[in-house]
């Protein structure tokens, strides 16, 4: 069974659909790493003292995913950015192109 082809409208649609979903990415970024930047001292030393814990070093992991976490997603953030707005490498783009040729021919 053949597919339709797609129409201006279905393009549009998706191309929305993406962009929306960039912007809630960005939104849900933004709130969850502002309340973990916030509250990364007052959520250390009220739950995880050292007293508590016994540990220091469980402290500095903890550090380090308060501000590591924010870096890494907003790499991944960025990505997300470039591929919703049509910035995209060389190599995803070979890859898309090749990817419809092959599905063209079956």
């Known amino acids: ?3 339709q082809p797609v129409t201006k409208l279905e393009r549009a649609q998706k191309k929305v659909a ?3 979903g960039f912007y809630n990415h960005l939104t849900v970024y933004i709130i969850i ?3 973990v930047l916030f509250t990364s001292g007052k959520f ?3 739950l995880f003292s050292e007293e508590a814990l016994g540990n220091p070093k469980f402290l500095d992991w903890i550090n380090w ?3 590591g976490t924010p870096i890494i997603w907003g790499i991944v953030l960025l990505i997300h950015g470039l591929v919703v707005f049509g910035i995209k ?3 995803l783009k070979n890859w ?3 990817q419809l040729e092959k599905y ?3």
């Open 1 to 3: 069974m053949k597919k």
């Open 18 to 20: 993406n962009i929306k």
């Open 33 to 35: 790493n502002c309340i």
């Open 44 to 46: 250390i030393f009220i």
């Open 65 to 67: 995913n308060v501000y």
């Open 89 to 91: 490498p060389s190599f």
């Open 96 to 98: 898309e192109q090749k």
């Open 104 to 106: 063209m021919r079956e």
